[in-house]
Structures are given as C-alpha cells and as structure tokens.
C-alpha cells in the first residue's frame, strides 16, 4: 500500500495507480504543458481542475526536497509548492519504486525554452537574466544555498512588464542561518557551469542567434548579481553632513523589491564620519496588501499596479475617507469582475486576470491616447480581446511551449519532451506584447544600479 505524506491532502490523488512507474501512467490521466530539461521522469498530473507535477525521486532526496520547498515557501521566496509525498510504492511484481514528489504546478509560468526564440528581443532577454538575478540574491538573502542554478530548475512568469523568476528543483539546496561568501561563490560558480551548458545548448538549436553570446550572458549575470549583492548588504560610509544617504539606502532597495529589517548605523567619536550596513529580507509588500484588501494572489509588480487602479478608483469615487477594505471590495465587484467577466471564457487560459487588467490598462491608454477622451475599461476590454488576447498564444494549457520557434517543431510525445521533436508544424504564435519592447541594449536598465543611485540622488 502506498503511503501518502501531506501537509494539504487532495483525497482525489488516492485512487491514481501509484504502483505504475511514473513514464508509463496512462495519459488520460496526464496533461501536456511546457516543461524544462530534467534528470528524473516528470510528468504533470490532472485531478478535476488541479494539475501537479509529479517527479520520481529517491527516497531521501523527496524527504529532502519537501522539507526544502516548505521552508521556502514559509520564508516567501517564490518556489514551487509542496504538496506531498507518496512512498512505499511497488510494483506488480513487488518490486520496489522511488517516492513521488508531489508540487502544484505553477500556472502559467513558462520554462525558459519557451522564451527564447530566434528572434527574441534583447530587452526581453535582459528582463529574464535580472528576473534570476533577483531570485538568487533573494534566496541568498534567505539563507538559502541552491547548489543547482540552472535555467530549467527556473521558471518564468510574466509580472507586468517583467518577469518574476521561481524556483522549481530544490533537491541539492542548504539552508543556513547565514550565507558565507565563500557559500554564495560556490552557487555562482556552479551557475557559471550549469548556465553556459544552457546558453551553448540553445545557441546548438538555433535559439540563441547573434549578438548574443553565451559567454558574456553568464558574464553578465554574474556581474549584475554582484552588484546587486552590494548595493543590497554592502557598507557605505560618508559624511556627517549626508544623512540623507540613509533614505536614499533604503529607497534603493525598496526599488529593487527588498525591504530593510535592520539598519546597522555607526559613526565615528566626532560623529563625522558615519557607516550604515542594511539588513534586507525579501519584500513583497504590495502583493500581501493587495491580497489582504482583495483575496488576490498576483505578482509584485501586479500588484502595485492594481493598486494603484483601486486608489483612482477610490479618488474617482470621493471615498478617501471610507475605509479601505471597503472600497476594495466595491473596487472588486464593480471595476475588476465585470472587467474579468467580458473576456470570453475560452480565452482566459491566455493571462493570468491580474495580466490581463495590467494589459488592459496600457491598453486604454493608448485607446484614450488615439481617441483624445477618457475610454471606460469596459469599453477598451473589447478591442484588447479582439487586438490582444485573441492573437495570444496559450500559456496556461500550451502544448507548444517547448517548441524551438522557427522550426515550428511539434514535440513526438508531449508528456516527455526528451524524445524529441517530429518533422513537420506550424509557425509559433505571434506574441504583440513584444513588439513593444524597445531594442534596449543587453544592460538592463532595471537592475540598472548606478543609475537607481543617481536617480536617488537628484529626486
Ligand atoms: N510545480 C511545477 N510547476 C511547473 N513546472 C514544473 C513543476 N515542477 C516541475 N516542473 C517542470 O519540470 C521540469 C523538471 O523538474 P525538476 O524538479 O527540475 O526535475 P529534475 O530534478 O529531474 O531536474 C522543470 O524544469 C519544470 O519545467
Ligand atoms: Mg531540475
């Protein structure tokens, strides 16, 4: 009998045949989504309108990876969930198969081979590099050793104009109270190895064309991810008469997404010469006000903008005085569902909803830009569905996430992309929102340090 270990138990996984290898479930049981490199068998698995992935895994490395994933999530670093273990399997004939390891799959988060294409644009690929660069900070800010950057043990999702980056394979990862630096220099150096492999492969097929390089992309990511380790956690000293470089300090870094807990602050006998040294922890903020306001789970950059809708709303309605709670919830009901609702329902497997009002906003801008007058959201939804949404590949149920674009190449069998590709397909999806992308060179401009500082400065 197979034992099932779970903090969050879904009764409907019990009567799936757990004595059957993993790569030969039946595959009504299985659902084909976009998926990354992987040493293990992994396969996503529907139950109702639940999809997991499953990965079998020897038995210490599942007990290990759960317990990980769980201290992550409970630490707010964006991972994949945990959802259980099931052990003691076997099969037919009585012999013993590994634990599967049991995580929901992470909706509409695309592994980075979906990303890449031919044409892919740099300030695209600029987005992507910084999206990493802040989750392995963060997680090194956490604590947390991962000891197998790579770009498939990432995925991808959109965050307004960005991404925001997960991790999905813990299996080889440490947690300490603090990172030395001699620990945080082994992870780069294994991302060093693992993410050129990556750049080589994709340059192999045809993904990864000039001007980029694989070599000075992991120069890059590291460079970047140094200095964003500096102005996170490096000392700064001035003088007494530049207090002001104090908030400038934590500006910065609230900018970059991080908050500071602590603020280590000395200063000489004369006090003229003073030294700060922040401690940052991850932040988030925006995302648990908005899911605290409105029950809604989004991105951080969603959520600063989908506030920032809720406070015109409430400026628009004359309610600064009501509570704010309040307002949200006639914000909800009567800006953000009827919105929701004029997308017809075949077509919402395209963006998360928060994307979707994100996307929607720009998109009345413009509308209101072309026309010269204020265009109500309800009125602007039309034209994004049809200019927009419609044109759309799907990123939620795509059976063509991990097609290598120009060749249009559809996978022999989706539920195990390693056995290739078949011959013939059609063209990838044409995805607008990239269109606006300006070829902005490789730097990336949010990570973009030194100008953040001189932004600060002259604010
Ligand atoms: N919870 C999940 N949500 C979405 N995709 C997932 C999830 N878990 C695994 N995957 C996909 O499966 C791939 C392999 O999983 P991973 O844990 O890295 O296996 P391995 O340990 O064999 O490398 C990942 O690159 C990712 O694309
Ligand atoms: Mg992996």
């Known amino acids: 009998m197979p034992k099932f270990i779970s903090a969050t138990p879904d009764s409907r996984l019990l009567p799936l045949p757990w004595d059957t290898p993993l790569a030969e479930w039946p595959v009504d049981l299985l659902v084909a989504l976009p998926r990354g490199l992987s040493r293990h068998v992994v396969r996503f698995i529907q139950v109702g309108d639940s999809v997991y992935a499953a990965k079998e895994v020897v038995e210490h490395l599942a007990h290990h990876e759960y317990r990980l994933l769980q201290d992550l999530n409970r630490l707010n670093i964006p991972a994949v969930e945990p959802v259980g273990i099931i052990t003691d399997r076997k099969d037919a004939s009585g012999e013993r198969l590994d634990p599967i390891l049991l995580t929901r799959h992470l909706e509409f988060s695309l592994p980075y081979r979906s990303l890449f294409s031919p044409g892919v644009k740099q300030g695209t690929v600029s987005r992507l590099l910084d999206a990493m660069v802040v989750l392995i900070a963060r997680l090194h800010v956490g604590g947390f050793k991962w000891g197998d950057v790579s770009l498939s043990n990432i995925l991808f999702r959109r965050d307004a104009g960005e991404f925001a980056a997960y991790l ?203 026309e010269h007058r204020d265009v109500p959201l309800v009125e602007a939804v039309t034209g994004y569905v049809h200019d927009v949404l419609q044109r759309l590949p799907d990123e939620f149920m795509s059976q063509d996430g991990l097609l290598p674009a120009s060749e249009g190449q559809r996978l022999v069998n989706p539920y195990d992309p390693s056995q290739g590709f078949m011959d013939e397909g059609e063209a990838p999806p044409h995805d607008p929102w990239e269109d606006d992308i300006d070829e902005v060179p490789l730097v990336s401009t949010y990570l973009d340090i030194a100008a953040l500082r001189a932004k600060a400065v002259s604010d």
């Open 168 to 370: 999905v394979d813990a299996e080889t990862g440490e947690v300490h109270a603090r990172l030395s630096d001699g620990q945080r220099e082994q992870d780069l150096d294994v991302a060093r190895t693992n993410l050129y492999g990556d750049f080589l492969d994709l340059q192999a097929g045809g993904m990864l064309l000039e001007p980029f390089d694989p070599i000075q992309l992991v120069e890059n990511i590291i460079f970047r991810y140094q200095e964003l380790w500096q102005e996170l956690t490096g000392v700064e000293e001035f003088s007494g008469s530049e207090m002001e470089r104090i908030e400038g300090r934590v500006r910065r870094l609230n900018a970059l997404g991080f908050d500071v807990a602590e603020m280590d602050i000395e200063t000489d006998e004369g006090g003229s010469v003073i030294r700060i040294q922040p401690k940052v922890v991850d932040a988030g903020h925006h995302q648990r006000r908005l899911m605290k306001l409105t029950g809604l789970d989004t991105e951080e950059n969603q959520a600063r903008r989908l506030l920032n809708a809720l406070d015109a709303f409430r400026f628009r309605a004359g309610r600064g005085h009501c509570d704010e709670s309040v307002v949200a919830h006639e914000w909800l009901t009567q800006v953000f569902e009827p919105v929701m609702q004029k997308v017809p329902e075949e077509l919402r497997d395209k963006r998360e909803p928060a994307q979707v009002f994100h996307e929607l906003l720009d998109y009345r801008w413009y509308m209101s830009q072309r």
